[in-house]
C-alpha cells in the first residue's frame, strides 16, 4: 500500500482520464484521422504515467525533512519504505517510462519521439533536486508539465501523418486541446502556489524559496485570489464567444467549472491557517478535475 501511495494514484488516474478523453471522445468526435491504434496509445499511457509515477516518487525522497513537518502523519518514504528501496522504485518507474516511450516511437516509425519521455524525466528529476527550491520556476516548470500531458497526445496521434499539413478537423482539435492545456496550466499554477501557503513551514526549515515565503501569505493569497478571478473572467468569455449557442456546455461551464471557481474565491478571501489553504487546494482539484470531464460534453453537441 505504501508503494502505491507514493505515486499519488488520483491524480495518475486524472492523468489517465484526461488523455482517453482526448483520443476516444475529442478525435472520434471530430473525426480526426490518427497515428496511433488503441494498442500504441496504451504504450502511451502507460510512458506517461510511469514518468508521472516516477516523478511523484523522487520528490517525496528529497522531500522527506521538508514532510516531517508539514504532514509527519503522511510520510512514507523514510518511515514504511527506506531511501534506498524508493529509488529504486523510482528506476524501476523511469525505466518502464522510457521503454514503454522508445517502443511507441519506433513502431510509429519516429524513433526521435523517444526523446520526449527521456526530457519529461529529466525535468522531473531536476524539478525535485533544484528548480522546487527557485523561486516560481519549480512552480510555472510542473504547470508546464501536466499542460503537456495534454498534448503529447497530439504529439504523438497527428505529428506522424503530418508530412503533408493538417486538415482542418486536425487543427480544430489541436486548437481546442490547446485550450485544454492553458487551463490546466493556471489551474495547476494556482494549485502549486496554494501549496506553498499550505506548505510554508516545512518549505523554510527546507531553504525552498516559494512565492509564500518571499512575498508572505496575505499577498500570495490576494495574488491567487486575482488569477482565480482572471480565470473566471476568462472562461466566461470563452463560453460567450465560442460555446453561446451550445446550451449543454454552457450550463456545465458555469455549474462545474465557474462556480467552483467562484467559491475558491470566496474560500481565498481571508484565507490564513493551513486548514484553509488544503480546502482551497481540494477545490482547484476538484475544478480540474471537472473542466477536463467537460470534454465529455463534445459528444452531444
Known amino acids: 500500500m505504501a508503494y502505491l501511495k507514493i505515486i499519488r494514484p488520483l491524480n495518475l488516474m486524472l492523468l489517465a482520464l484526461v488523455q482517453l478523453l482526448i483520443k476516444f471522445v475529442l478525435f472520434d468526435t471530430f473525426q480526426v484521422e490518427m497515428a496511433m491504434n488503441s494498442y500504441q496509445f496504451l504504450w502511451l499511457v502507460i510512458a506517461t504515467l510511469a514518468i508521472a509515477a516516477a516523478g511523484n516518487v523522487v520528490n517525496d525522497i528529497y522531500d522527506i525533512e521538508i ?7 503522511k510520510v512514507v518514504v523514510g518511515k514504511k519504505i527506506s531511501e534506498k528501496r524508493a529509488f529504486t522504485y523510482y528506476i ?3 525505466s518502464i517510462g522510457v521503454i514503454s516511450g522508445f517502443v511507441l516511437a519506433n513502431q510509429l516509425g519516429k524513433p526521435g519521439l523517444a526523446a520526449v519521455f ?24 510542473i504547470s508546464l508539465l501536466v499542460a503537456f500531458s495534454l498534448l503529447i497526445v497530439l504529439i504523438f496521434d497527428l505529428y506522424p501523418i503530418a508530412v503533408n499539413g493538417l486538415s482542418e478537423a ?11 492545456a492553458i487551463f490546466a496550466f493556471f489551474i495547476n499554477l494556482m494549485r502549486e502556489l496554494v501549496k506553498d501557503l499550505e506548505d510554508i513551514n516545512g518549505d523554510k526549515k527546507g531553504d525552498i524559496r516559494t512565492l509564500a515565503i518571499a512575498m508572505g501569505r496575505q499577498r500570495t493569497t490576494m495574488l ?21 449557442d ?18 475558491f474565491c470566496i474560500r481565498a478571501w481571508g484565507a490564513a491557517s493551513q486548514k484553509e489553504y ?11 478535475f471537472t473542466g477536463m470531464c467537460s470534454i465529455i460534453c463534445y459528444r452531444f453537441i
Open 278 to 288: 488544503a480546502a482551497m487546494s481540494a477545490i482547484l482539484k476538484i475544478a480540474m
Open 92 to 94: 524501476f518507474l523511469n
Open 118 to 141: 527521456i526530457v519529461i524525466s529529466a525535468l522531473l528529476y531536476i524539478y525535485s533536486t533544484q528548480l522546487k527550491a527557485m523561486l516560481l520556476v519549480g512552480n510555472i516548470v
Open 170 to 180: 486536425q487543427i480544430n482539435v489541436s486548437r481546442l486541446v490547446f485550450h485544454y
Open 246 to 263: 451550445k446550451q449543454l456546455m454552457v450550463l456545465y461551464f458555469l455549474f462545474l467549472i465557474v462556480a467552483p471557481l467562484i467559491y
Open 224 to 244: 491567487v485570489f486575482a488569477m482565480a478571478t482572471v480565470l473566471i473572467f476568462s472562461i466566461v468569455t470563452y463560453v460567450y464567444t465560442f460555446l453561446y
Open 67 to 73: 514532510d516531517k513537518v508539514n504532514k509527519p502523519d
